[in-house]
């Protein structure tokens, strides 16, 4: 652990000293009358805060039994769910995958973080959404470092393509991480860093911030705050891997060894992956972690990747597959009565026996709704049921109460975790 980190992690100590201990065990989510009060805890807390954003939702719904439930639980108190997953710390305002994403993402309540984890030109293991992504997540191409770069940035050039690969373990780190957006048109490596959207934010880009984290690191955070963790072994470039880690064997294997290494109970760890080999892998030698290791279901028509089938479903249950994640538009449907409920891949995922966690939720604009937004409301293209972004609360429920889903991926970690803690998940 570099001094600089260290003394970074120390310092979100210092913030993070206001531990109590909150009842907490879960209700019969099919009866959100159920819980009450009950909220009794099995081991020190956070003093968790979910910000004025879930309430501002809550107030937009229209009235009904899902309001009144909500609204019920407006006095809090606020605590750490399993439930609630962070996607990539808590990018929607804050940079992906760095010190402060997952700072916040723990301050709401995730009980769960992710890493995604790819790879540097001298084999360490980081956090970062892709391999290539490096010239959108970060400030590399305004550094001296873009001429690392597979195709560096220049005025009026190609498209920029800055890989982790490109660059070692100690260059990756002196990089910062930035709201994932490009200004396409800019004339300078300055301005090409721009185009964040507008209902994101680049508030949290005033100081200098934006630290970048190690899969190492990631660990070491986790394990401090008391979170499970959930590293996604991204695919790469094979010739790459291949001549990293000798295969993608290897490679799958190595992210295991570094939670191994570190000593982190498996039981704390959801390995994910949406190669099926990876997985398949992980079930097979180290069964320990395999066991409760995800398969991300890669399900796209747009793309031509069809649903898995029923067939496929029975195999890979025989095959030690436990746990399926799959997008959460494919997990709903829209009925006559322009409600939102079960699609029937979901119905067939539960009757093959699995465990599903779903992605991703707070992902996309429905400041407007979700018509003609395709992406996570894709089973609503006309908007019929989720008109406005509070409806997005009713796709929520029905993934919890209906679906039963064991967690949500989000990229505001606080609004999932007041649904949570409501619902006693």
């Given amino acids: 652990m570099s001094v600089t980190f260290r003394s970074l992690v120390t310092a979100v100590a210092l913030v993070l000293t206001g531990l109590c201990a909150v009842s907490a065990h879960a209700g019969d989510r099919s009866d959100p009358n159920s819980v009450g009060a009950e909220h009794a805890s099995r081991q020190q807390r956070l003093n968790v805060q979910v910000g004025v954003r879930p309430f501002y939702l809550v107030d ?235 398969y991300l279901d890669s399900i796209e028509p747009a793309l031509q990747i069809p649903r898995l089938s029923n067939e496929r479903l029975t195999e890979l249950k025989k095959a030690g597959v436990r746990i399926i994640a799959p997008p959460m538009w494919a997990l709903q449907a829209v009925n006559e009565a322009n409600e939102v409920v079960p699609s029937q891949y979901a119905k067939d995922i539960k009757a093959a026996g699995f465990k599903i966690i779903t992605w991703s939720f707070e992902r996309v604009d429905l400041t407007k709704g979700a018509a003609g937004k395709g992406s996570y409301y894709q089973f609503d293209p006309q908007g019929k049921a989720i008109k406005t972004d509070s409806d997005m609360l009713k796709a929520l429920d029905v993934l919890a109460r209906q679906v039963r889903v064991d967690g949500v991926f989000s990229d505001w970690p606080g609004t999932v975790t007041y649904y949570a803690n409501c619902m006693g998940l």
């Fill in 60 to 294: 937009g719904l229209e009235d009904g039994p899902l309001k009144r439930r909500l609204k019920q639980c407006e006095a809090g108190p606020f605590y750490r769910s399993d439930f609630s997953v962070s996607h990539r710390g808590a990018p929607l305002e804050f940079p992906e995958h760095t010190l402060e994403s997952y700072t916040a993402a723990n301050r709401m309540g995730a009980g769960v973080i992710e890493c995604d984890v790819t790879f540097t030109k001298d084999g360490e293991l980081v956090c970062r959404h892709s391999e290539c992504d490096l010239h959108t997540t970060t400030n590399i191409v305004n550094t001296p470092l873009n001429g690392a770069c597979t195709v560096p940035w220049s005025a009026g050039g190609p498209a920029p393509k800055c890989c982790t690969s490109d660059i070692t373990l100690s260059e990756f780190k002196t990089l910062k991480g930035k709201m994932d957006a490009s200004n396409l048109a800019a004339t300078t490596a300055s301005g090409y860093l721009g185009g964040t959207a507008a209902w994101r934010t680049d508030v949290y880009n005033g100081r200098p911030a934006g630290n970048l984290v190690t899969l190492k690191e990631h660990i070491a955070l986790s394990k401090q705050w008391g979170v499970a963790q959930t590293p996604e072994l991204k695919g790469g470039d094979a010739a790459r891997i291949q001549a990293i880690f000798g295969g993608q064997a290897q490679y799958a294997q190595k992210m295991i060894d570094t939670y191994k290494a570190a000593g982190v109970d498996p039981r704390k760890v959801y390995a994910q992956s949406f190669n099926v080999e990876d997985v398949l892998h992980w079930i097979k030698q180290d069964p320990a972690f395999g066991k409760q290791a995800v």
